[in-house]
């Protein structure tokens, strides 16, 4: 089942921050973050694991609430690379492999 | 080598082609993925390689064919495409764990005509 982000577009100026929220309906064991910008292929940015362990990227931070279902991806003092478009990822389970992203936010960056 | 290549990058096919989207990754990961992307929606998944094995088949229609020859490629036949078809097709890599990010491949922009 796939999983739900707001919002669906967030428009900022360099320097301002933004959160981007991911649920689910169903038991979340970790939650994928990637960013894809326009004609180019998704980029794994965090992995969230029950626990609280996080994987990835050291500019970006995220929260996983286990009990909500939820993932929160943090973007602080904006860049222009940071545009583009936030899907966060579930897997089916505990198994690997069918990973559902959400529809996706559109992060847009201005000077 | 941190990358997963996909050819060709664009693909023009009628109705009654018979056509290959290649990927390769030496990354030494053991699951491979083909995921279908049209505009403005998020990947959807097609099929999952784990170990050279099919895995996981999200019910595609038989007109794609995947295929693993290797630890290292992944191809995906294509023969009587349909014009709702179009879109982009994107190979991802990972280690066969739920604790690992994919890498996908740039992808490959195809178009039935």
């Known amino acids: 089942q796939q999983p739900v982000q707001s919002p669906q577009a967030v428009i900022l100026r360099e320097g301002e921050d933004a959160v981007i929220n991911c649920s689910s309906s169903k038991a979340l064991y970790s939650v994928h973050w990637y960013r894809q910008k326009h004609g180019e292929a998704p980029v794994f940015l965090m992995i969230?694991?029950?626990?609280?362990e996080q994987k990835g990227h050291e500019k970006i931070s995220a929260s996983f609430n286990e009990k909500k279902q939820q993932s929160s991806l943090y973007l602080t003092a904006s860049q222009l690379s940071y545009s583009g478009t936030y899907f966060c990822?579930?897997?089916?389970?505990?198994?690997?492999?069918?990973?559902?992203f959400g529809q996706g936010t559109i992060l847009t960056v201005h000077p | 080598d941190t990358e997963v290549t996909q050819t060709p990058k664009h693909l023009v096919m009628g109705m009654t082609n018979k056509k290959s989207l290649k990927c390769e990754q030496h990354?030494?990961?053991?699951?491979m993925y083909w995921y279908k992307q049209k505009a403005k929606k998020p990947p959807e998944l097609m099929f999952v390689?784990?170990?050279?094995?099919?895995?996981i088949n999200e019910s595609v229609p038989s007109r794609f064919s995947p295929e693993c020859p290797n630890s290292s490629l992944l191809n995906l036949h294509l023969h009587a495409l349909q014009p709702e078809d179009s879109a982009l097709y994107l190979c991802?890599?990972?280690?066969?764990?739920?604790?690992?990010?994919?890498?996908f491949g740039s992808g490959t922009r195809l178009t039935v005509v």
């Open positions: 969230l694991l029950k626990g609280g």
């Open positions: 990822g579930t897997p089916g389970g505990t198994s690997y492999g069918k990973l559902t």
């Open positions: 991802a890599s990972s280690r066969p764990d739920t604790h690992y990010g994919y890498t």
């Open positions: 390689y784990s170990y050279e094995k099919l895995s």
């Open positions: 990354m030494g990961h053991r699951a």
